[in-house]
């Protein structure tokens, strides 16, 4: 699996060790193969969590480092805490990939996330929104129709709820769109 990687595999320099790079690729097997180094450096980070950094695009680097590192523990020590973990990591990645407006491998992320969690509703949710964002209204409004009334969660009772704070946090980091007021009045229609 190669993940495109804009962040150093390194010992801890610096507050949050997720540095620029030169768009280098990084495979997860690029990773030290020694089991007790990548539990050490993948617990690290979860201690770490996103608390600390400063930008989208720095938690966009800590998902895509936790990811890396995930897969090469997940090898390692295959378990079923592991892959839900992996599923949030992914669907977390996805989405502040999403918000940086960086689409590439977004599709991917939520295939993952659904790969090891199936059900996992969050990249369920994603998907129309990066369909919608990648200029396909019609499979996106499509989607949006479907899940609607669907029941989501204990934090939203249906898709719809889900949906239009996803269109909200996109307002707060300021991404436009003309197909989301036409989302946004689709999901409001009675029909």
């Known amino acids: 699996m190669l993940l495109s990687c804009s962040i ?3 010992q801890n320099k610096g507050h949050n060790n997720l540095r620029p790079e030169a768009n280098r690729p990084v495979s997860s097997s690029s990773i030290k193969t020694d089991p007790e180094l990548i539990k050490k450096q993948r617990e690290t980070l979860l201690k770490q969590g996103t ?37 949030h990591h992914y669907n977390s990645l996805a989405w502040y990939s999403i918000i940086t407006q960086k689409f590439g491998n977004v599709k991917y992320y939520l295939d993952q996330s659904l790969k090891f969690e199936p059900g996992f509703v969050y990249p369920q949710a994603n998907l129309p929104l990066l369909l919608l ?11 949006y129709l479907k899940y609607k009334d669907v029941p989501f969660d204990k934090t939203h009772p249906t898709y719809k709820e889900e949906f239009l704070e996803n269109f909200d946090e996109l307002k707060k980091v300021k991404i436009k769109n003309p197909d989301i007021d036409k989302i946004i009045r689709l999901l409001n229609s009675e029909n």
């Not at 390692?76 to 805490?81: H, T, W, Y």
């Not at 964002?133 to 989607?143: E, M, P, R």
Request: overall charge positive; charged content about 25%.
């Open 133 to 143: 964002l990648q200029g396909d209204y019609s499979k996106a409004k499509k989607f």
């Open 8 to 10: 150093a595999f390194g």
């Open 51 to 87: 608390s600390s950094l400063r930008s989208d695009e720095e938690i966009r680097a800590y998902y895509l480092k936790l990811v890396a590192l995930d897969s090469a523990y997940y090898r390692i020590a295959p378990d079923s805490l592991i892959r839900s973990q992996m599923a």
